[in-house]
C-alpha cells in the first residue's frame, strides 16, 4: 500500500472484536477533529468528524471520543469487519496567525483484521 | 465516490518528461489542495488554493506547479522530476480553505 516503507502504528484484531485506534493532537487550539480511513490504492475517505465542544459522537459502528485535556482522540469500531482493514488517519484543525484554517494530519495507525 | 476525480490515476515519466496531473470536483467547493503521500512520509500538504487564488505553498521545488483555472479544476503541472518525486499525489476540495476536506483517488506516479 501507500504506507509501505513507513513504520506506522499497527493494530490488529479479530472478525467481530470492537477496535480501539487513538491518536494525540498538537494544538490545544485545534477545535475541529476528523478521522479518515484509508483503504489500499484509494485515497483517504471523511468516516466521521467531531467539534471541541463535544466529548462523544456516534455514526454508523464508529464513534469519536476526544479528551480535549490531555489532548487525545480516539476512533472506535464496532464489530470489526475484513472490510475495515485500511490506514486510519485523524486529522486537527484550527486557525492559523493568518487567520486561515489548517488541516494537520497524524502518520496514521494501520488496523488489520483477522478472519 | 467522493465527487473528487482525477487522472491519469497512475503515470510513469521519465526525469525529461513535463506531465500533467489533473483534479475537478464536482461539490461545489470553494478550495483546493494538492498533497503528496509517499512511502516514507505520512500526508504532505503542498498547494492550497482558495477561490483560485493560491493561498499557501509549502516550500515545494519548482518543478512542481500548479494551477487553478476555475474553483472546480485544479493541475499540477510536472517538470524534471527526481525518483524521489515518485509518490501517490492527492487531491482533495472543500467548501472553504482548511475545513472538512474530501479526497480523490490519487495518481501513482513513478519517475524512472
Known amino acids: 500500500g501507500e504506507s509501505v516503507g513507513l513504520h506506522l502504528p499497527t493494530l490488529s484484531v479479530q472478525e467481530g472484536d470492537n477496535s480501539i485506534i487513538n491518536c494525540a493532537y498538537s494544538n490545544s487550539a485545534s477545535d475541529y477533529f476528523i478521522w479518515y480511513k484509508q483503504e489500499s490504492g484509494k485515497g483517504p475517505q471523511f468516516i466521521i468528524d467531531i467539534r471541541s465542544n463535544m466529548d462523544k459522537r456516534q455514526g454508523q459502528r464508529v464513534t469519536v471520543l476526544l479528551n480535549k485535556t490531555v489532548k487525545h482522540l480516539s476512533l472506535q469500531i464496532a464489530a470489526t469487519q475484513p472490510g475495515d482493514s485500511a490506514v486510519y488517519f485523524c486529522?486537527?484543525?484550527?486557525?492559523?496567525?493568518?487567520?486561515?484554517?489548517?488541516?494537520?494530519f497524524g502518520s496514521g495507525t494501520r488496523l488489520q483484521v483477522q478472519p | 465516490e467522493t465527487g473528487v476525480t482525477q487522472t491519469p490515476r497512475h503515470l510513469v515519466m521519465g526525469m525529461t518528461n513535463k506531465k500533467s496531473l489533473k483534479c475537478e470536483q464536482h461539490?461545489?467547493?470553494?478550495?483546493m489542495y494538492w498533497y503528496k503521500q509517499s512511502a516514507k512520509k505520512p500526508l504532505e500538504l503542498m498547494f492550497v488554493y482558495s477561490l483560485e487564488e493560491r493561498v499557501e505553498n509549502n516550500s515545494v521545488p519548482s518543478r512542481f506547479s500548479p494551477e487553478c483555472p476555475n474553483s472546480s479544476h485544479l493541475f499540477l503541472h510536472l517538470h524534471t522530476l527526481q525518483p524521489e518525486d515518485s509518490a501517490l499525489y492527492l487531491c482533495a476540495s472543500s467548501q472553504e480553505s482548511g475545513l472538512l476536506q474530501y479526497f480523490g483517488p490519487g495518481t501513482r506516479l513513478t519517475v524512472l
Open positions: 486529522a486537527e484543525n484550527m486557525h492559523q496567525d493568518t487567520g486561515r484554517r489548517a488541516l494537520t
Open positions: 461539490l461545489g467547493h470553494n478550495a
